[in-house]
DNA sequence: GGAAGTACCGACCTTTGGGTAAGCTGCTCA
DNA sequence: TGAGCAGCTTACCCAAAGGTCGGTACTTCC
């Protein structure tokens, strides 16, 4: 934001803008974070329910990395049983675009990459000679 | 594309749209499709010396996936020394647009979250009583 | 004749990702 | 009495990711 910042690269070793890059690009970030898209709160069990296959300890993970990263906040209501509730925060909220974009890529180009993984078994193979 | 396409969804178990989502997160992945996004062809040196730390292996095998979903090409000129050139397929650069917009959140916001790493080792800590 | 360049491939080994399972809290309901 | 709830945490373990190193083939340059 301000014009002091370094000039980040993630095509630099070790610079944090690479780092933050993988994180985001991550297995279940970006499934995490589009389920609280719509910036409603949301509780630790409906995530998971939403989320197939993710384990208790992968959500646990992402959620507080995401909550160090300033991307999400983290309301925690001190009643018996626990209620927590978690909600993109405004720094989330301008990755939103991004990574909805990404997944709707995904979708609507799934079929094209299936046809083409076809392709190269088949004619792909003339890398082994015969 | 087509009308009888399956119902993608990246939040079921083993959709292959999950499994794409995952490819192009992929650490690697982000920075070579970036590298070859001007749409002229490329030549293995030339991108492994773009993307610092990368290994020869690694970029190997980035560049056998991309190919191998078809979003990109790989031209073999039988000469000695060997030269081969990659290039984004047609495919390749319907993701150029999604991708670009990733590396520039994590450029542009890196401080941000940096600031509320500080925020969040310093104040987010009370979860651990005295 | 030895070194260097190109784009790999394969073996080996360490690091990390990620799964399972158990435990914990403090109240409530049967 | 004790089971069950929500949201974890911790310990343990295996498999996959990924780094390092050595080799290859053929030629050109020194």
Redesign the pocket.
């Known amino acids: 934001m301000t014009a002091t910042d370094p000039p980040w690269d993630p095509y630099a070793r070790e610079c944090p803008s690479r780092d933050l890059l993988n994180r985001i690009g ?3 970030t970006v499934l995490v974070l589009g389920e609280l898209a719509d910036q409603r709160p949301h ?3 409906s995530i998971r329910d939403r989320i197939e ?6 959500l ?1 993970q992402t ?2 990395h995401l909550e160090e990263d300033g991307l999400i906040s ?1 309301q925690v209501y001190p009643e ?5 509730e978690y909600q993109l925060t405004s720094l989330g909220v301008t990755l939103r675009g991004p990574l909805a974009v990404l997944r709707e890529w995904s979708v609507s180009h799934a079929t094209d990459v299936l046809a083409a993984r076809e392709e190269y078994a088949r004619t792909g193979l003339r ?1 082994c000679p015969s």
Request: aromatic share 10%; no cysteine.
């Open positions: 991550d297995k279940w509780r630790f069990a296959g993710i384990s208790e300890k992968m646990t959620l507080r983290r018996v049983p626990p209620r927590v890398r």
